[in-house]
């Protein structure tokens, strides 16, 4: 495998938390990574689509790295919101001047159907930094759809810099099947694990994926890797109906939030306008969710201070 891979396992991606103001809180953020490191994450995604990098100011982006780098030993993947590559390659050279420790890869947006253009700006975010790339196809966010032979010759001609692609172009089990088939880059599932099961059985590396409680993420990955199908199959289907509370388009975020806070990582569940908040209604399904969780090994690995 080449060096630049990232390792098979959970990526766990990180919500940016906001107090009451609306201001950056790097305490929660700290508490985030707290939790990753108490579910032996392989390491963790800052300034993600669902870190709402972009939502933060420059220098709050450069907070958010520093924060990553130094409060926790974990590898760290950054995001970087920008489609246009002049301006990715900007926003990457900020963000590394605020880096205590260098991160394992930037995680990157296709920005385009077409094979030539999107090597064009792999490579070009690659040669500014000097990093390797994960490819990040998620059309959901991007607004950009790029067939699955397209990406295959993408990572194939960026074999040498590509740590790995973050597959979430739904249906994203053929997708996967049809990238591990023929690339060496590992792949990873996203999505808030809601096709975990199925993208580990079509040779997922493992989830990159943000989730209120990832020890159900880190169990099933266990369980894939000592048992396989059916032993992951067991170890997710407790927690699927959280995951997929917590996916639901465009209020997913607010709701993760919500169930962070109430377990004490975050100090508020609040989301920054124009992403909509947690709607009333909904707030007797969290209790109803939280109450059917679940008991981990040894109780839950991680709680507030």
Known sequence: ???????????????SPFDDDLALDTASLERQ?????????????????FGEADALTRAEQQDVVRTVTTASDLPVVLGLPARTTAVA?????????AAHRPPRALMVQVNSPRADVLVEHLTAVHEATGLPVVVQDYPAASGVSVAADVLVEVVRQCDGFVAAVKAEAAPTPPAIAALTAVVAAPVYGGLGGVGLVDELGCGAAGAMTGMSHPEGLRATLDAYDSGGFAAAHRAWAPWLPLATFEGQLRIGLAIRKEVLR??????TGRVRPPAPTLPPALLPLVDQHLSHLPDTPGGTPWTSD
């Open 1 to 15: 495998m080449s060096a630049v891979h990232l390792d098979p396992g959970l990526w766990m991606v990180l919500a």
């Open 262 to 267: 109430r377990r004490g990582v975050l100090a």
């Open 33 to 49: 990574l707290a939790l990753a490191d108490a579910v032996s994450a392989q390491g963790v995604v800052a300034l993600g689509v």
């Open 89 to 97: 390659v900007d926003q990457a050279q900020a963000c590394l001047e």
